[in-house]
C-alpha cells in the first residue's frame, strides 16, 4: 500500500465529493494509505476524520446520514420565529447561526476515536523533514481576524496563541476553520496574554486566506519527497469563481459574492501551476452551493458519484514517477480531459 499525503479543499456542504475521491484512493488494488492530511472547513471536517482513524466507509455513512439543516442552530430564545434569530444573530453576534451544533457534532465523532486534543495525534515519523513540534497527522486552516493571519492549526498554537498545542481541543480548531462568515459565528480561541498581549482571537473559516493549502507539505529541504502529495478540489479545472456581482444583489448576496472571490483569488495561484494541477482530482460540483443546508439525499450522492468518478479517471493517468521527475505534460493533458465540467447538473 503506497503512502500519500492527502490536501483537501473546503466547500461547506460539498463534502460528499472529497469524501466520493478518498473512496476511490483506498478501494484500488493498491489502496493509499494517508500518512498526513490537511483541510480547510468542510475539507478540515473530512480531514479530521481520516486522520482520527474513522474508516472511509464510515465518513460515507456519517455524511449520508447527516441532515445538513442541524447546522443552522438558530438561538433558542427564536424557535418560534423562523429567520428572525438568524437575522439578529447576522446583525449583531457576526453570523445566522450558532455553529453549536457543528461543534458536537465534529466533537462526538473525534470522541469516538479517542481523538481529543492534539496530543492523541502526534505523529512519530522520523525520517520526516517536518521538525519535531511539527510532526502531527492532521493540519487545518484557520483564518484569524483579529491579526489578519492565517494559522496552520496545530503548527501555529505556539508562536501565534502562546500555547501548548497538545493541550488544545482538535474539535476547536475544526470548528473554526468550517466557520463560514456571516453564516456561523466565529469562534473565540484563548490565548496566553502574557506572550501575545490579549487573551482570546477571533477565527472564521480557514478558506478566506487558503482553501486549498496543496503545498503544505511540500519538501524544501533540497530532500526528495519520500511520497506524493495529492489534493481533491471541489471545481472543474476550467471553473470560475462564481462570485459574479450582480447591480440588483442585495447585501448578503454581495457578502457572499466577496466571500467566494476571496476563497478562490489566493489557491487560483496553485492551478495555474502545473506540479499542483497535475496532482489534483479536480471535482465538478457545478449547481451546488456550499450553503445549502437543504441539501437531498439525491445531492449527496451525485456529489460522492461526481468525486469517486473523478479520483478513478484521475488514477488511470496519475504516474508517481513522471511527477517526481517534472515531467507534467502527460498528467495536464489527462487532467484536462476529465477536470473540465462533464454535465451540467
Not at 121 to 129: E, F, I, P, Q, V
Not at 225 to 240: D, E, F, I, Q, Y
Not at 303 to 312: D, K, M, P, R, V
Request: glycine share 8%; proline share 5%.
Amino acid at each position: 500500500m503506497p503512502n500519500a499525503d492527502l490536501v483537501l479543499e473546503g466547500g461547506g456542504v460539498k463534502g460528499s465529493g472529497l469524501v466520493g475521491a478518498i473512496s476511490a484512493l483506498v478501494e484500488r488494488d493498491d489502496p493509499y494509505t494517508f500518512a498526513r492530511v490537511a483541510g480547510t472547513s468542510a475539507g478540515a471536517i473530512v480531514a479530521s476524520m481520516l486522520a482520527a482513524g474513522v474508516q472511509v466507509t464510515e465518513i460515507k455513512k456519517i455524511m449520508d446520514d447527516l441532515d445538513f439543516s442541524q447546522f443552522e442552530d438558530e438561538p433558542k430564545l427564536f424557535s418560534h420565529a423562523p429567520h428572525i434569530g438568524a437575522a439578529v444573530g447576522l446583525l449583531f453576534n457576526e453570523g445566522m447561526f450558532l455553529g453549536d451544533f457543528l461543534h458536537r457534532w465534529i466533537t462526538d465523532i473525534l470522541t469516538e476515536q479517542g481523538v481529543h486534543t492534539w496530543a492523541d495525534l502526534k505523529d512519530d515519523d522520523s525520517g520526516s523533514a517536518l521538525p519535531p513540534e511539527r510532526r502531527y497527522k492532521l493540519v487545518v486552516i484557520v483564518s484569524d481576524v483579529s491579526r489578519g493571519l492565517m494559522l496552520r492549526l496545530p503548527w501555529d498554537y505556539r508562536e501565534f496563541l502562546g500555547v501548548d498545542p497538545d493541550t488544545q481541543s482538535v474539535a476547536d480548531a475544526v470548528r473554526a476553520s468550517a466557520s463560514i462568515p456571516f453564516f456561523f459565528r466565529p469562534l473565540r480561541m484563548a490565548t496566553d496574554p502574557t506572550i501575545i498581549g490579549h487573551s482570546q482571537i477571533v477565527c472564521t473559516d480557514g478558506g478566506m486566506l487558503s482553501n486549498y493549502p496543496i503545498d503544505i507539505f511540500d519538501r524544501h529541504d533540497g530532500m526528495p519527497s519520500r511520497w506524493p502529495t495529492l489534493g481533491v478540489k471541489l471545481s472543474a479545472l476550467s471553473s470560475v469563481s462564481q462570485a459574479a456581482w450582480s447591480p440588483d444583489a442585495n447585501n448578503l448576496q454581495l457578502a457572499k459574492s466577496l466571500l467566494s472571490t476571496m476563497q478562490s483569488a489566493h489557491d487560483r495561484v496553485h492551478i495555474s501551476d502545473p506540479s499542483f494541477s497535475s496532482r489534483t482530482i479536480f471535482v465538478d460540483t457545478t449547481g451546488f452551493s456550499a450553503t445549502d443546508f437543504t441539501l437531498s439525499s439525491a445531492d449527496k450522492t451525485t456529489l460522492f458519484t461526481n468525486g469517486y468518478a473523478s479520483a478513478q479517471r484521475f488514477l488511470a493517468c496519475w504516474n508517481w514517477e513522471k511527477w517526481v521527475h517534472g515531467d507534467y505534460a502527460d498528467l495536464l493533458a489527462a487532467v484536462a480531459t476529465y477536470g473540465h465540467r462533464t454535465a451540467p447538473q
